[in-house]
């Protein structure tokens, strides 16, 4: 089965750059999206096919997917913006696949 | 207001069976495939089952596969999950999410749309 590899916990200091990794097989051939769960609160979506932003989430956040590793970049990063973040890739076997989660902490 | 609201959740023993409801308001339920997604306590996010808006395909995790079962009626905008031979590892906040594309949607599922989950216990 596939799996998804994120690092359990980063830190930022608040108006700096947070870099958050998803790392999988070939995982720059699939689509990632990125999650982001407040404590007591259902995921949100922050960005879908890679490098899209929904509609209302802040520019600050984007991302990118190339060979093995995804990445979320929160550049000015605010003390809002500390939550878990969770990667995820839909797979051929026709699965939704999560990565373990990254709990980002703004210091 | 576009919204999903889950029900059904509860305490429930080893073996006991439990129905999720998933009620569904503000957009056109029966154009968006529809997923059940859950969160054991303090822990990261599962993916258990999805069916397509039609109804007619449905995929669903190896964890919970042959003990659930997921299934829509469109007629009452109404998403609903059957869980069998219940275990205590399958304790966790069961979501229903939908995916944020209309129409037949067979690959790159992700979720643009969460309700606020329902916890279902198991324990004797």
């Known amino acids: 089965s596939y799996e998804l590899t994120q690092p359990p916990s980063v830190s930022v200091s608040p108006r700096q750059t947070a870099t958050i990794t998803c790392s999988g097989d070939?995982?720059?051939?699939?689509?990632a999206c990125w999650y982001q769960q407040k404590p007591g609160q259902s995921p949100v979506l922050v960005i879908y096919q890679d490098n899209k932003r929904p509609s209302g989430i802040p520019e600050r956040f984007s991302g990118s997917n190339s060979g093995n590793t995804a990445t979320l970049t929160i550049s000015g990063t605010q003390a809002m913006d500390e939550a878990d973040y969770y990667c995820q890739v839909w797979d051929s076997s026709a699965i939704v696949v999560f990565g373990g989660g990254t709990k980002l902490t703004v210091l | 207001e576009v919204q999903l609201f889950e029900s059904g959740g509860g305490l429930v023993q080893p073996g006991g069976s439990l129905r999720l409801s998933c009620a569904a308001s503000?957009?056109?339920?029966?154009?968006?495939?529809m997923s059940w997604v859950r969160q054991a306590p303090g822990k990261g996010l599962e993916w258990l089952s999805t069916i397509r808006g039609s109804g007619n395909s449905t995929y669903y995790a190896d964890s919970v596969k042959g003990r659930f079962t997921i299934s829509r009626d469109n007629s009452k905008n109404m998403l609903y999950l059957q869980m069998n031979s219940l275990r205590a590892e399958d304790t966790a906040v069961y979501y229903c999410?939908?995916?944020?594309?209309?129409?037949?949607?067979?690959?790159?599922?992700?979720?643009?749309?969460w309700g606020r989950g329902t916890l279902v216990t198991v324990s004797s």
């Open positions: 503000g957009f056109m339920f029966s154009n968006y495939a």
């Open positions: 070939k995982l720059g051939d699939k689509y």
């Open positions: 999410a939908k995916d944020p594309r209309a129409g037949i949607v067979v690959t790159n599922w992700y979720f643009d749309l």
